[in-house]
Nanobody, 119 residues
């Protein structure tokens, strides 16, 4: 079981920055993939950025060039630095951990937090 605790959301003006953090209860080196997803009124969680131990990072097109996902294996955290924020970035953001087992895979989620970009 993986428990994920998020922090760092809030209200920011357009052009500003936020840093989301997610702390894992287990060694993140044992987790196949970590990431940040966004969810809007449609109740669909879409990946914003993901990171693995060896493959590297992937970003949603809307996040490229503005967001950076990083991991700190010593602290068991994954972070999302969000720069040059736009109103369309407003959403609920969820930390994700995807674990792979011999029997299959399983996704774990943080509690979610609101990111609001507004003047």
């Amino acid at each position: 079981q993986v428990q994920l605790v998020e922090s760092g959301g809030g209200l920011v003006q357009p052009g500003g920055s936020l840093r989301l953090s997610c702390a894992s209860s287990v060694d993140i080196k044992s987790i196949y993939q970590l990431g940040w997803y966004r969810q809007g009124p449609g109740n669909v969680r879409r990946p914003v950025a993901t990171i693995r131990n060896t493959v590297g990072t992937d970003y949603a097109k809307s996040a490229e060039g503005r967001f950076t996902i990083t991991r700190d294996n010593a602290k068991n955290t994954v972070n999302l630095q969000m720069n040059s924020l736009k109103p369309e970035d407003t959403d609920d953001y969820y930390c994700n951990a995807e674990e792979h087992y011999t029997s299959g895979s399983k996704n774990y989620w943080g509690q979610g937090n609101q990111v609001t970009v507004s003047s």
